[in-house]
């Protein structure tokens, strides 16, 4: 089992960047692939971007591509978003997520584990 627990989240104005991060606890973090999925007003939860286990293999949503990065360091139980080009349609509240399966992550977007949120508010 695993606890997440995000924090970086705040108000920016378009075209800056913010930097979320996810703790993990939990001694198997490595094990796990982990994902970010954001919710905005209204709208259903939406995939964002995931990390297989390694680091080596990384998957964004199309809206994200080319201005987020996902990242991970296993020595410190810790995933990251890196979010630069902010636009006022990224404001949500992003969801840090884990699952023993990418997959899960990526295509079924049911993953076992959540956090309970951090919000990005983009002003124009």
């Known amino acids: 089992q695993v606890q997440l627990v995000e924090s970086g989240g705040g108000l920016v104005q378009a075209g800056g960047s913010l930097r979320l991060s996810c703790a993990a606890s939990g001694r198997t973090f490595s094990t796990y692939a982990m994902g970010w999925f954001r919710q905005a007003p209204g709208k259903e939860r939406a995939f964002v971007a995931a990390?297989?286990?390694?680091?080596?293999?990384?998957y964004y949503a199309d809206s994200v591509k080319g201005r987020f990065t996902i990242s991970r360091d296993n020595a410190k139980n810790t995933v990251y978003l890196q979010m630069n080009s902010l636009k006022s349609e990224d404001t949500a509240v992003y969801y840090c997520?884990?699952?023993?399966?990418?997959?899960?992550?990526?295509?079924?977007?049911?993953?076992?584990?959540w956090g309970q949120g951090t919000q990005v508010t983009v002003s124009s």
């Open positions: 990390i297989s286990w390694s680091g080596g293999s990384t």
């Open positions: 997520a884990a699952d023993y399966e990418l997959m899960t992550i990526v295509v079924r977007t049911t993953p076992g584990y």
